[in-house]
């Protein structure tokens, strides 16, 4: 099976996604708040959340039998396969909920070793991101990040402070975040497509799932750029999260992260 | 001269930002930052909010030449006209550097009284917010503001914390945000379009110019919301600014933010 193949199919399943959290999204959000009446409007996104991720997973199982899948919604099946679908099908809720078009849908590929395939897609607006071994694009667009060769001239974006909590991964954040050249909240995984168009130098955050990352990680790798923890490992388990588009901007921020 | 005419007058204003700025948004805005070296992105962004206010003031001049003008860039025509124009094209610079299209234009038209028109345009996603007396739309669809009875069921939006300096401003804030049900940092104006769409409940900022909000006053009120400053006057001057979708919620956040 060739890579491509797998790009392909990917794009179904972010369609079959799509079908379910465009119909939620904007449209029946207030609807559906309206008649749940104390039920809260997380819980009507993470029930379409559910359902996108099990009809993703179907879709995969009818495909490639062989295949894992891990998502966040309903767990990790055939650990230990050769290929392994990471899923999440609304990747920040709260910006579904308040109505801003960055939440996105997330599907990444991993072989035993690292994500090999990522597709983050925004179908409000109609932008997917992909990333393979062999780019990264933005429907035709090729998508390059950009050069930063020091913080003071880094645009740095987070989704929310609160990830961080109250220790010493807030202190390092802050003390990133004083370093950085323009500062923006609310980036979502919208971000990590931005990082990966050049508008963005910067990516941190705390407290990610695996699902949160694995689909990202090629697209910034396919766009020339990294994604690490924040002592410089792999990320796919997802925890303490920088993405860079450039490695010497990487390293000086991993240098005043890396203080505890 | 109708409302009507006005109506018209200002979504051929926002047509005429939108060539300036759709231009540099995304396509050439990597292309300068490079072309200009160390000049920062923010000075290139700058200088579009510069040239598409005064295109938009050229027509205001050639089509109502008896109407004031209030702007960010070019300071304030005709002061005293029983009519004024008030003009942010790039409403959101840090967002439109960034790449994420919660920026938006705002195009607002007060008597000597109040605002009575608002527009706040987003080009890139094609949404043009619009409020009149006569009610809120975004294109053809008719907006109202959601009911929201306590602050624990409230989305609380806003666009950054360090608008709020550090003093007791950021304190209220600070005290209002334990209190919300949900809370979401990077709102730009595009807040107040989701605040009138009712997928918002509060809108808390501070530090803002008249031509930050007279604008989006209109687009609220129209969905049936409100827009003060913390102490409960007119907003029309900016500063400490709160837009609700229920007076409830409103009174509610009022006696929280009213603790210097």
Redesign the interface.
């Known amino acids: 099976v060739s890579e491509a193949e797998f790009l392909t199919f990917a794009h179904g399943l972010a369609d079959i996604a799509a079908a379910t959290t465009l119909a939620l999204f904007?449209t029946n959000?207030?609807v559906e708040?309206?008649r749940a009446g104390v039920v809260?409007?997380?819980a009507i996104v993470t029930e379409a959340d559910r359902e996108a991720e099990a009809a993703m997973r179907a879709a995969i199982r009818a495909t490639y039998p062989g295949h894992g899948i891990l998502g966040e919604e309903h767990g990790h099946e055939n650990e230990g396969a050769d290929f392994t679908w990471v899923l999440d099908p609304i990747d920040g809720t709260?910006?579904f909920?308040?109505?801003?078009?960055?939440w996105g849908t997330l599907i990444g590929l991993r072989n035993r070793e690292r994500p090999i395939l990522g597709l983050m897609d925004q179908p409000?607006?109609g932008e997917r991101f992909v990333g393979t071994r062999e780019g990264a694009y933005l429907g035709e667009r090729r998508l390059a990040a950009?050069a930063c060769s020091t913080l003071t001239?880094a645009?740095l974006?987070a989704t929310?402070?609160d990830m961080f909590g109250e220790g010493w991964e807030r202190r390092a954040f802050d003390a990133l975040w004083a370093a950085a050249?323009?500062?923006?909240?609310?980036?979502d995984c919208?971000?990590y497509?931005?990082l990966a168009?050049?508008?963005?130098d910067l990516v941190v955050e705390a407290d990610l799932a695996p699902w949160d990352i694995q689909a990202l990680i090629p697209i910034v790798e396919g766009a020339g750029g990294i994604v690490t923890t924040w002592d410089g490992g792999a990320a796919d388990a997802g925890g303490l999260v920088i993405a860079a588009g450039d490695r010497r901007a990487h390293a000086q921020a991993l240098a005043i992260l890396g203080h505890r």
């Open positions: 904007r959000l207030a708040r309206k809260d409007a997380i709260k910006a909920v308040s109505g801003f078009p960055t409000f607006t950009r001239s645009v974006s929310a402070l050249g323009l500062r923006r909240l609310g980036g919208y971000a497509g931005m168009m050049g508008f963005i």
